[in-house]
């Protein structure tokens, strides 16, 4: 096996097991740890501590380290968390937390980096062009990666299912579910009820050895990568400071492109935050049980993974304006029917139907949204996906900060204004590109094939 390619897969088993893991613990904080919203809340704590560090820290670590170390040691942030769970408290979950989200981006912007330099290097050994090779490497990446959220699931609905206690859930619990849940904690215990502790344990030790053998695999498996020469030493020369970096980001604001593309950047961690923070807790685990959680998110994943290698390809044919207006009608039509349906164990199959359309708009909200930073904002790229980031990770920050202050209902309402402001200000967006290039198609060309490697660096 040619050794680049090789190392392809080294990171993309690595980070398959990794977010095996850590996807299925994300799902299922909500309703594992509801005491006092501590599950929420450490989600919250995760995605403002990424803030911190998708400004700072990638471009130190993977200059200091190289991509190799750079991932294996972020890799350690994640099983923190996974361990922080086995004693879920505000003062284990919530450390654990902050050193996951200090971890993420690092992790990310190496892994990027890594395939980015593979690529390159393979294209001038084989003759070929460099873009062709990184979109392939990326390609493989993602078809491996993708599959995580459904063996994370899998793990937890399989094992938490074995628990003994099962009970029925009376009508008058399932009173709480829904749009107008209940708040307090100690309504509806029956469909809420944790677990064994030794069933916990259980799924906790499988998470943790999963994040371990990721950690082993890139260690022992994956080798180091330097770019060539005169890049090493340009990186020398100029190596970016922390305010260098700070300041690049909040720069890239005086384009009015992107002012106007940031509730649309926020509306994607706010809806993902409704389906892993609310949906799996007042409407799965409510009128089901918590065993539900990782069947219903497998659904989602395995939707949201097909959709976007499907639209991936009918780009091409359709545009993102149309691709948009898919997305835009599916979440609305489901934010609708969530404010009126009431949840019953004995409509099984509507559990599964809301989180297959989310993941046919969140594949459009994910693969289109970067792709159109990627177009548009090409000579500054950088900065524009530090933006990406930042607005992305605090809409998570919001949505999984009011998500135990609130009802289902309000949040449904604040995601419906989200989403229509949002499609207003990316009209205005789309309104600028054709009144600075009327009648020039090579706009549509670069949104078609566009620069695929910068879709999948988020």
Not at 61 to 67: A, F, H, P, R, S
Not at 137 to 164: A, D, H, K, M, T
Request: contains cysteine; hydrophobic residues 45%.
């Amino acid at each position: 096996m040619e050794r680049n390619l090789k190392n392809v897969l080294v990171i993309s088993f690595g980070f398959l097991l990794l977010f095996t893991a850590y996807g299925g613990l994300q799902s299922l904080q909500s309703s594992l740890n509801s005491e006092e919203g501590l599950g929420v809340a450490s989600l919250s704590v995760l995605y403002a501590a990424l803030i911190l560090s998708s400004m700072f820290l990638p471009p130190i670590l993977i200059k200091k380290l190289g991509c190799k170390w750079t991932i294996a040691i972020s890799m350690c942030c994640y099983i923190a968390f996974s361990l922080g769970n086995f004693y879920a408290s505000w003062y284990t979950l919530i450390p654990t937390s902050v050193i996951l989200g200090l971890g993420g981006a690092p992790l990310w912007s190496a892994k990027c980096t890594y395939l980015t330099i593979a690529g390159t290097s393979y294209a001038e050994k084989a003759g070929k062009n460099a873009k062709d090779i990184i979109n392939q490497y990326f390609g493989v990446f993602f078809l491996v990666f993708q599959s995580s959220g459904i063996w994370g699931n899998l793990i937890s609905s399989l094992i938490l299912s074995q628990s003994s206690t099962k009970v029925e859930i009376s009508e008058e619990d399932l009173e709480c579910c829904g749009a107008h849940n209940c708040l307090t904690d100690n309504t509806n215990t029956t469909g809420s009820a944790k677990p064994s502790n030794s069933l916990i344990y259980t799924l906790l030790g499988v998470y943790t050895a999963s994040g371990v053998l990721a950690v082993l695999l890139v260690i022992i498996f994956l080798d180091q990568i330097k770019s060539d020469q005169a890049e090493t030493e340009k990186e020398k020369l100029a190596a970016p400071s922390f305010w260098s970096t700070f300041l690049a980001t909040f720069r890239h604001l005086k384009d009015k492109r992107q002012c106007l593309l940031i509730p649309l950047t926020m509306y994607s961690g706010f809806e993902q935050g409704f389906l892993s923070g609310d949906y799996t807790k007042v409407y799965v685990t409510c009128a089901l049980g918590i065993q539900y959680v990782g069947y219903v998110m497998i659904c989602f994943a395995a939707v949201n993974s097909l959709c976007s290698l499907l639209f991936g390809k009918i780009s091409q044919f359709t545009g993102r304006k149309l691709l948009f207006a898919l997305a835009t009608v599916t979440n609305t039509a489901c934010i609708i029917a969530l404010l009126l349906w009431k949840p019953h164990p004995k409509q099984l199959a509507v559990f599964f139907v809301f989180p297959a359309l989310w993941g046919l708009a969140d594949a459009v909200w994910q693969t289109q949204t970067n792709g159109l930073y990627g177009i548009l904002f090409e000579k500054h790229k950088e900065a524009a996906f530090a933006n990406y980031r930042l607005w992305e990770s605090l809409g998570f920050v919001i949505a999984f900060g009011y998500s135990t202050k609130l009802q289902a209902y309000i949040k449904l309402y604040i995601l419906l204004s989200v989403l229509a402001l949002s499609m207003v200000t990316y009209g205005a967006v789309e309104y600028l590109e054709a009144k600075s290039s009327p009648g020039t198609p090579t706009s549509t060309k670069k949104e078609n094939g566009g620069p695929r490697s910068q879709e999948t660096c988020m």
